[in-house]
């Protein structure tokens, strides 16, 4: 059957929906700082999820309610059966599982879970209690058969109990731990106000005031509480009266447990759905022939169309010409054979600008297995492809001449040798080096001798061809890879071309102009089938040759000559 849609997530019949959300519902499931799932019981499919629930699991609301609770409950089916066969046996209305976080997480859970009926279909109303650390605790009470006693000297909880003068009558050793007293005995009869600072002692004392006075329990309460080393944290407060023979309340039992990780968690959480709120994806969702039958505002204000404007029409207004026919080929067979695609797309906004997004869609199937929908979620992630973009320029490019730096040159000479082994062709390693650049800097300052740097690096560039490389090694220093070279009269006429175009004078910005020249030293492979750094090293060598023999010439490398 067609998945049914989260109840808390608004599409094309919105009004029908906001009348099945009563008030009821809201209180208890929506507004509930108790996880709680809608679960539909046919598959197992989450229908919805709270608030509370997602910031649990780890989840957003989207990524819950695309599970199937056999995603999160770590146990086989086998096992489930075997836990509702226990629960049965055992009269009690609750089950335990083992559920995963999103963060990987394992967590011991107690399920409480009800029949629901919502327009004439069932569901699984599912409330979900953390017992993780009540689990340990009584896993290791059932391990070592413990009394009562023991769970108060070992459990990690704070639990007490305080008769009708609030004072204590026996506590856990945590609790007389972060009060400074060695044992929990030394607790009894002792008034919050003798063991707490005075600011935790009057929050205590008045929350327990209309528990004392009307018998009210105070549950799921957050306190703040001092640890053993006197940073703040932060407890979940459950306090319930106690009463005599005649109903009056006689004391107060109270648990509290240490949620500072959680609550930091959750604060943090809180920031992340913020940030998460201000960069929101857009969603689009389309019939199974394309056409758009719902969106978001985030979409809209993502491509810059109105509603109005993406009812009803084809998502090929977003077509940016940036992707090939191949592109889309591929995306239409991964939907048919894997109901999902995944990756980068650039699209363009109504007002012409290009714009990245990490592009999931889904394909959504009807009862007899045909798809009946699509849904696309778009993040918008041009801002870190334009980083990207920057980063990788400052990783592999000269920053000055916006040339390939030694790091890029290396690999791009590893390739072209591999290239050349393969194909049997032949390759020049060129090093090239100025003369006469120190006096430009000497008599002109660096801001002179930079801007010849970038006018040399653009004649270079304009000398050789596009599948060659030249490259800024530092200083003066150049290294060019020219490659499928057929004979030396390709060689030597793309090295006299750079010769000759070094040697025009360049004028600076003061109207002086200037006048340098280079030598270059040349090492061929396969005439020295060698490494990309050795044959660097070798028309390294070449060059200084070249330079002695006058400057303003190549050399090429000959292993005789050395």
């Known amino acids: 059957m067609e998945r049914a849609q989260p109840l808390s997530t608004q599409s094309s019949g919105t009004d029908q929906t906001a009348d099945r959300l009563s008030n009821r519902y809201r209180v208890l499931f929506s507004d509930s700082k108790v996880p709680m799932l809608l679960i539909d019981p046919t598959d197992g499919a989450i229908i919805d999820a709270n608030d509370c629930a997602c910031h649990y699991y780890g989840y957003d609301r989207a990524q819950i309610t ?77 391990s070592l058969n413990q009394d009562f006693i023991t769970l108060l000297e070992n459990t990690s909880d704070f639990i007490y109990f305080k008769d009708k003068d609030s004072r204590f009558r026996f506590c856990s050793q945590r609790l007389a731990n972060i009060t400074g007293h060695t044992s929990w005995r030394e607790m009894i009869g002792k008034h919050d106000s003798e063991v707490f600072p005075e600011e935790m002692a009057k929050i205590y ?15 799921d309460r957050v306190d703040p509480f001092f640890d053993e080393q006197g940073e703040k944290g932060w407890v979940s407060t459950n306090k319930w009266p106690v009463l005599d023979k005649s109903g009056k309340v006689d004391g107060i039992f109270g648990i509290s447990r240490d949620i500072t990780d959680t609550y930091k968690s959750e604060q943090q959480l809180r920031i992340a759905a913020s940030v998460f709120d201000n960069v929101s994806e857009g969603i689009i969702i389309t019939d199974a022939s394309g056409m758009i039958i719902e969106t978001n505002e985030a979409f809209c204000s993502l491509s810059g169309y109105s509603k109005e ?93 916006r040339l390939p730096n030694r790091t890029l040159l290396s690999d791009r000479l590893a390739q072209a040798l591999a290239n050349a082994k393969r194909h049997q062709n032949t390759i020049a390693i060129c090093f090239l080096d ?32 596009e599948e060659d490389t030249v490259a800024r090694l530092g200083g003066d220093e150049f290294a060019l890879v020219l490659t499928q070279l057929k004979s030396h009269a390709d060689l030597e006429q793309v090295i006299k071309r750079v010769l000759v175009s070094i040697t025009h004078p360049f004028s600076l910005p003061n109207k002086k102009m200037v006048a340098v020249s280079a030598s270059i030293g040349i090492c061929l492979y396969p005439d020295y089938p060698h490494d990309g750094d050795l044959l660097l090293r070798y028309a390294d060598l070449a060059m200084y040759k070249a330079k002695e023999m006058g400057r303003n010439q190549y050399f090429i490398y000959q292993e005789d000559k050395f």
Not at 205 to 219: A, D, M, N, T
């Open 309 to 401: 404007e993406i009812i009803n029409t084809n998502p090929r207004f977003l077509k940016s010409g940036y992707h090939d026919p191949s592109f889309f080929a591929q995306m239409w067979h991964s939907l048919r054979t894997k109901g999902v695609w995944k990756g980068e797309t650039w699209n363009r906004r109504k007002d012409g600008q290009l714009f990245a997004c990490r592009t999931t869609i889904k394909a959504v199937a009807s009862p007899d297995g045909s798809i009946s929908q699509f849904i696309g979620v778009l993040t918008d992630i041009t801002a870190l492809m334009r980083h990207h973009e920057e980063v990788e320029q400052l990783a592999y490019y000269d920053t000055l001449t």
């Open 205 to 219: 004392s008045e929350e327990e005031r209309p528990i004392f006075k009307q018998g009210v329990p105070l549950l």
């Open 66 to 142: 695309a599970m199937k609770i056999s995603e999160i409950n770590q146990y086989t089916e086998e096992e489930v059966n075997l836990e509702m066969r226990r629960a049965m046996a055992e009269k009690r209305n609750h089950f335990f599982f083992v559920h995963q976080l999103a963060s990987g997480d394992l967590r011991h859970v107690e399920v409480h879970s009800g029949k629901v009926e919502i327009d004439g279909q069932d569901f699984l109303f599912s409330i979900i209690h953390d017992i993780t650390d009540r689990y340990a605790a009584e896993q290791q009470l059932k």
């Open 434 to 465: 100025l003369d006469n650049f120190k006096p430009v800097n000497d008599q002109f300052g660096h801001r002179a001798g930079d801007l010849l740097l970038v006018e040399i690096a653009n004649r270079i560039n304009e000398c050789i061809r």
